[in-house]
């Protein structure tokens, strides 16, 4: 019987094997992959805003993915690579090294600026992009870092547009309110937003009656809630974070507190569903200025269905997140190069028109984008509707609100 | 502001009540066992977190769980105590200080990995109703939880002196080894009274719930206040306790009212400071060797 097996068998054996082995790598390579980092909260503190910062991110990524990708880089996919800020700023500091280390091209976070300062300061020194979700601190983009992009406004811009819608909404219904009672957390977010509140609603014509700070976090609600009845001022003006936005709304409501309006500047609870959900007596017609989406764009309201559906809140965290990427994306498409160095300059050079938020084309300013706008929201029956300005709104605004049945 | 002294002085004595329902639990610990309990601020959390969740799940009223929460407190207090606080520290009371350190990490962080930092609070039908005294609306809840408050002092007073296992207790707490020649089992009697412990502020975590929120951090905003009260009370005694907690909540109600809510807590402090000056064993507890 002859032998069949030979050298030369055996060569095409091995071939065949070897060919057999390495097809899937190289039909993988067929699917170029471009990483993005998401640096957030995980876990901490500010656990809730981070991971709902992740869950924006990655509707954003999905969506993109499923319309072909970075199309100028061969439908590259976006994979994100997610890391845990831990809501402590040395952690978000050196999480940056485990980015580079990914070798993502840009990444986005960190839902507060400061864990934002941390990272962008120690990713500048490796050339990588940071596009801020939220850092309202001025001091994010005054640094002169190149890296630095900041899609969302500071709070000094909020700040600005809230008093001005508010002197809209107040001409708009006869001026109603003259005096006004601002209650805010004695930190340097609290004190900076009286200080400016202090400065410019005079301005508008409203007297601040009664200026009212408090610790973080605070117990009892109550002899704020007298003093504002006390002040009979015609609008609160609350600059606090959820926990204790809460229990001064409950208070205000159990001391019978008489206002024509609350209107909050970034508030801790105004713009969150969640405090809709469980304080829904208390929570109606409250008013806010802060980060939403445009509700009327199509892939707002295709997000909106994918958070429900997942089972999430559907926060302004989700929202500016799911824009970031947006930005990122964009920036690749045009770039069409992963290079870090590249991506700062395609960032810079950004007139992206395209997000889920309601502005105009990007454009960055020593790293500000300039056309980003806080919007008014406000709360009605379970849902939170955006109200101000007009050309995005999804209900009337009601100002001053009905007066409540005691 | 006259107008608001009486208001914020009622207001004051209603969450005195809950300081002095936090501190009872502790005083009672500390009062046989002669340890700073750390966890009591962890069970506090892990206590409104079961209230919440029996209330998010089963729609049970915060205030009808109470017989469902504290035997199962008590439990947990007694289980800590036998099974992990004494096996561990060996008798020596700085083990168990880090040991009650130890447990409290733990907890918080078990907490914050199961539930993350998300507030919660619960969505009842009476949670904005008010009671007015004097003219002051009072939060319904706060009312309970005065009520409730000023019932349970004298009844876990009354069982330390009328029961068997009250005189058990309070014998190991003066003698612990005349109270073991006696035939008294010291590990249970000091398990029982850990878990008397626990259940007091568990009582308080469904007096709080209505109004207050529960987050992984919640049980820092109440144990500092708590450990001031009983000593600003006296360490160990039950009527110093509910005392030092009404008496804190009223300065801080005012110190907030006449000095800013910012510096509301330094009223706290500084009685605090005034009464271990002019007397440092606290309102009604026993001098050293006494």
């Known amino acids: 019987m002859k032998n069949t097996f030979n050298r030369r068998s055996l060569l095409q054996g091995t071939g065949a094997l070897a060919l057999g082995v390495s097809a899937p790598s190289v039909l993988r390579a067929q699917t170029p992959i471009v990483k993005v980092g998401v640096l957030e909260p ?63 091209c840009a990444f986005t976070g960190a839902t507060a600026s400061a864990l934002g300062l941390a990272s962008s300061q120690a990713a500048a020194k490796y050339n990588l992009a940071q596009v801020f979700s939220i850092g309202t601190a001025e001091t994010v983009v005054s640094r002169g870092l190149p890296n630095v992009f900041r899609f969302t406004p500071g709070v000094n811009k909020c700040t600005s547009i809230a008093l001005d819608n508010l002197k809209l909404l107040n001409q708009g ?127 707002s309201k295709a997000l909106a269905a994918k958070v429900a559906a997942a089972g999430l809140d559907l926060t302004y965290d989700v929202m500016v997140s799911y824009a970031t990427i947006q930005v990122i994306a964009d920036a690749l498409e045009r770039g069409a190069s992963a290079d870090r160095q590249k991506m700062i300059a395609s960032l810079a050079a950004s007139t992206f028109d395209k997000s889920i938020m309601p502005y105009g084309p990007t454009k960055f300013v020593n790293g500000d984008n300039t056309s980003a706008q806080p919007v008014n929201t406000q709360i009605r029956g379970d849902k939170i509707e955006l109200v101000f300005p007009k050309q995005y709104a999804s209900a009337e605004a009601v100002f001053p609100m009905p007066v409540k049945k005691n | 502001m006259s107008i608001l002294i009486i208001p914020a002085i009622l207001s004051g004595m209603m969450m005195g009540a809950v300081y002095a329902l936090v501190a009872l639990g502790l005083t009672l610990i500390y009062g046989v066992l002669h340890i700073i309990n750390f966890t009591h601020g962890s069970l506090l959390m892990l206590a409104l977190y079961v209230v919440y969740f029996l209330n998010l799940q089963l729609g049970l009223d915060p205030y009808w769980v109470i017989p469902i929460v504290l035997p199962l407190f008590f439990i947990l ?114 398990a029982i009274c850990f878990g008397i412990g626990t259940a007091c502020v568990a009582l308080a975590a469904c007096l709080l719930l209505p109004t207050f929120y529960v987050t992984p951090q919640v049980g820092y905003t109440f144990v500092l206040v708590a450990f001031t009260t009983v000593v600003l009370g006296g360490m160990g005694s039950l009527p110093g306790a509910l005392l030092a907690g009404l008496l804190l909540g009223i300065i801080e109600s005012l110190c907030g009212l006449f000095l800013g809510e910012s510096l509301g807590q330094i009223g706290i402090f500084l009685a605090f400071i005034l009464i271990l000056f002019f007397k440092p064993s606290g309102l009604f507890g026993k001098r050293a060797g006494a």
Request: proline share 4%.
């Open chain 1, 42 to 104: 995980l876990t901490g503190n500010l656990a809730y805003n981070g991971t709902q910062c992740a869950a924006g991110a990655k509707f954003a990524a999905e969506t993109i993915n499923a319309a072909g990708g970075i199309k100028s880089m061969g439908g590259a996919k976006i994979e994100l690579v997610i890391v845990d800020a831990q809501s402590r700023p040395e952690v978000a500091a050196s999480a940056v090294d485990t980015l580079v280390e990914a070798n993502v």
């Open chain 1, 173 to 299: 219904a006869g001026n109603v309110v003259k005096t006004a009672a601002i209650v805010h957390e004695d930190g340097p977010f609290g004190s900076n937003m009286a200080k400016i509140l202090t400065e410019e609603l005079p301005k508008q014509g409203i007297q601040i009656v009664e200026t009212i700070p408090h610790p973080t976090p605070h117990r009892d609600f109550s002899n704020i809630a007298l003093r504002v009845k006390a002040s009979k001022a015609d609008i609160l003006i609350p600059s606090n974070y959820i926990n204790e936005y809460t229990l001064m709304a409950r208070a205000l409501n159990q001391q019978r507190v008489e206002l024509k309006a609350i209107y909050s500047i970034l508030g801790g609870a105004a713009s969150n569903i969640k405090f809709v959900r469980e304080n829904n007596e208390v929570a109606q017609y409250v008013m806010d200025c802060n980060h939403w989406y445009d509700p009327t764009k199509a892939e």
């Open chain 2, 77 to 190: 207090g007694y289980c800590l105590q036998r099974g992990l606080i004494a096996p561990m520290s060996g008798g020596s009371e700085q083990n168990v200080l880090l040991i009650t350190l130890a447990i409290s990490l733990m907890i918080d962080n078990l907490a914050l990995y199961f539930w993350t930092s998300n507030t919660r609070s619960v969505d009842i039908a009476y949670a904005y109703d008010t009671v007015e005294i004097f003219g002051a609306l009072l939060p319904f809840g706060r009312v309970v939880a005065f009520v409730v408050a000023l019932g349970v002092a004298p009844l876990v007073w009354a069982f330390m002196v009328f029961t068997r296992t009250g005189s058990a207790i309070r014998a190991v707490a003066i003698e612990k080894r005349g109270a073991e020649l006696v035939g008294i089992d010291v590990n249970h009697t000091y």
